[in-house]
Nanobody, 119 residues
Protein backbone atom coordinates (compact mmCIF):
# COMPACT_ATOMS: atom_id res chain seq x y z
CA UNK A 1 0.00 0.00 0.00
CA UNK A 2 1.44 3.34 -1.07
CA UNK A 3 1.56 6.03 1.57
CA UNK A 4 3.02 9.50 1.93
CA UNK A 5 2.64 10.70 5.50
CA UNK A 6 3.40 14.32 6.32
CA UNK A 7 4.18 15.63 9.78
CA UNK A 8 5.60 18.72 11.44
CA UNK A 9 2.90 21.27 10.72
CA UNK A 10 1.43 23.55 13.33
CA UNK A 11 1.02 27.10 14.54
CA UNK A 12 4.07 29.38 14.51
CA UNK A 13 4.62 33.10 14.94
CA UNK A 14 5.83 35.27 12.06
CA UNK A 15 9.59 34.96 11.74
CA UNK A 16 9.58 31.49 13.22
CA UNK A 17 10.60 28.14 11.76
CA UNK A 18 9.09 24.74 11.14
CA UNK A 19 10.40 21.56 9.57
CA UNK A 20 7.98 19.37 7.66
CA UNK A 21 8.68 15.69 7.04
CA UNK A 22 7.11 13.29 4.57
CA UNK A 23 7.79 9.59 4.96
CA UNK A 24 7.05 7.27 2.06
CA UNK A 25 6.17 3.60 1.94
CA UNK A 26 4.95 1.14 -0.64
CA UNK A 27 7.16 2.26 -3.52
CA UNK A 28 10.83 2.71 -4.37
CA UNK A 29 11.40 6.17 -2.95
CA UNK A 30 14.80 6.68 -4.59
CA UNK A 31 13.18 6.46 -8.05
CA UNK A 32 10.90 9.41 -7.39
CA UNK A 33 11.40 13.15 -7.57
CA UNK A 34 9.70 14.66 -4.54
CA UNK A 35 7.96 17.99 -4.14
CA UNK A 36 6.13 20.08 -1.61
CA UNK A 37 2.99 21.90 -2.69
CA UNK A 38 0.74 24.15 -0.68
CA UNK A 39 -2.83 25.38 -0.91
CA UNK A 40 -4.19 28.37 0.94
CA UNK A 41 -7.94 28.91 1.40
CA UNK A 42 -9.51 30.14 -1.81
CA UNK A 43 -6.33 29.69 -3.81
CA UNK A 44 -4.98 27.10 -6.21
CA UNK A 45 -2.43 24.54 -5.13
CA UNK A 46 1.07 25.76 -5.93
CA UNK A 47 4.52 24.21 -6.11
CA UNK A 48 6.74 25.25 -3.22
CA UNK A 49 9.89 23.18 -3.79
CA UNK A 50 11.09 20.16 -5.72
CA UNK A 51 14.07 17.83 -5.33
CA UNK A 52 15.38 15.26 -7.78
CA UNK A 53 15.40 11.57 -7.01
CA UNK A 54 19.08 11.57 -6.06
CA UNK A 55 18.86 14.89 -4.23
CA UNK A 56 21.20 16.55 -6.69
CA UNK A 57 18.79 19.15 -8.06
CA UNK A 58 16.37 21.47 -6.34
CA UNK A 59 13.91 24.11 -7.43
CA UNK A 60 11.95 26.67 -5.44
CA UNK A 61 9.05 29.02 -5.90
CA UNK A 62 10.19 32.64 -5.96
CA UNK A 63 8.09 33.37 -2.89
CA UNK A 64 10.10 30.96 -0.69
CA UNK A 65 13.57 31.24 -2.24
CA UNK A 66 16.17 31.84 0.44
CA UNK A 67 13.77 30.96 3.28
CA UNK A 68 12.84 27.33 2.60
CA UNK A 69 15.12 24.36 2.00
CA UNK A 70 14.06 20.99 0.60
CA UNK A 71 16.15 17.90 1.30
CA UNK A 72 15.76 14.14 1.30
CA UNK A 73 17.19 11.05 2.94
CA UNK A 74 16.71 8.07 0.64
CA UNK A 75 17.84 5.67 3.36
CA UNK A 76 14.91 6.84 5.49
CA UNK A 77 12.43 7.26 2.60
CA UNK A 78 11.84 10.79 3.82
CA UNK A 79 11.75 14.25 2.29
CA UNK A 80 11.96 17.39 4.39
CA UNK A 81 11.02 21.03 4.06
CA UNK A 82 12.84 23.39 6.40
CA UNK A 83 10.89 26.63 6.59
CA UNK A 84 12.53 29.70 8.11
CA UNK A 85 11.48 33.34 8.43
CA UNK A 86 7.85 32.30 8.08
CA UNK A 87 5.29 34.88 7.02
CA UNK A 88 1.51 34.95 7.43
CA UNK A 89 1.20 34.40 3.68
CA UNK A 90 2.90 31.02 4.11
CA UNK A 91 -0.24 29.81 5.89
CA UNK A 92 -1.61 26.85 3.94
CA UNK A 93 -2.05 23.12 3.86
CA UNK A 94 1.26 21.63 2.72
CA UNK A 95 1.22 18.49 0.61
CA UNK A 96 3.95 16.03 -0.22
CA UNK A 97 4.04 14.79 -3.83
CA UNK A 98 6.14 12.12 -5.47
CA UNK A 99 6.47 11.38 -9.19
CA UNK A 100 8.40 8.54 -10.74
CA UNK A 101 11.43 9.64 -12.76
CA UNK A 102 10.42 7.84 -15.97
CA UNK A 103 6.64 8.00 -15.79
CA UNK A 104 4.79 11.29 -15.47
CA UNK A 105 1.57 9.36 -14.87
CA UNK A 106 2.87 7.50 -11.81
CA UNK A 107 2.59 9.83 -8.86
CA UNK A 108 1.31 10.02 -5.30
CA UNK A 109 0.00 12.68 -2.95
CA UNK A 110 0.13 12.88 0.81
CA UNK A 111 -2.86 13.88 2.89
CA UNK A 112 -1.50 17.30 3.81
CA UNK A 113 -0.43 19.06 6.99
CA UNK A 114 -1.63 22.46 8.14
CA UNK A 115 0.85 25.29 8.64
CA UNK A 116 -0.48 28.45 10.25
CA UNK A 117 1.68 31.54 10.67
CA UNK A 118 0.05 33.99 13.03
CA UNK A 119 0.79 36.12 16.06
Amino acid sequence: QVQLVESGGGLVQPGGSLRLSCTASGFTFSNYAMSWYRQAPGKERELVARIGSSGGSTRYADSVMGRFTISRDNAKNTVYLQMNSLKPEDTAVYYCFGRQDWSATTYYWGQGTQVTVSS
